[in-house]
């Protein structure tokens, strides 16, 4: 029986791994930064949906590991390989991280999409993923879709056409 193609959706501060035909799609990507690491050979990839870069900064003791640029991409990795997927041949494409709004000040706390794309950049340096390509930055919202047969990120930024990266 040859299994039906569906979108498999990744919300803020969530993940979850897909196999061909399923294509694996998040929205809403403001500061955040969805970042996809998937094994070509093997056919198995993941998506993380990144809201903020360090859980260091959380006062809680029981949080949503998938919210952290530090938590969330570890656990993708892991959740790849227990799937089938090999630690050599991992790569990475990521996009979002946008400054969406103006501030007078300059501050750090304020610049999240880049310090997001910094932590999600930081994890994958430390686990030797290399980034295939990104999309990254503006002051733009963006909806991405991976598809694994082709290994394309569709990228949809708010009012502008349409990139495949």
């Known amino acids: 029986m040859i299994k039906e193609k569906k979108i498999v959706k990744v919300g803020i501060a969530d993940l979850n791994i897909v196999t061909p035909p399923d294509i694996i799609r998040t929205a809403g990507l403001g500061s955040c930064v969805g970042v996809v690491i998937y094994d070509s050979s093997k056919k198995i990839a993941g998506l993380a949906h990144v809201l903020l870069p360090e859980s260091s900064l959380t006062q809680q003791s029981d949080f949503n590991k998938y919210k952290y640029a ?6 993708l990795i892991e959740k790849l390989l227990a799937n089938g997927a090999r630690k050599y041949a991992l790569k990475a494409k ?4 946008a400054q969406m709004f103006q501030f007078a000040s300059n501050s750090k706390t304020m610049r999240i999409g880049a310090r997001n794309i910094e932590a999600v950049k930081e994890q994958l340096t430390h686990f030797n993923i290399p980034i295939i390509s990104s999309d990254v930055g503006g002051n733009v919202g963006r909806t991405i879709e991976f ?17 495949f990266i």
């Open 147 to 163: 598809d694994l047969v082709s290994c394309q990120l569709k990228v949809r930024k708010v009012n502008q056409e349409t990139v």
């Open 94 to 97: 990521m996009a979002g991280g």
């Open 70 to 75: 530090d938590t969330a991409v570890p656990i």
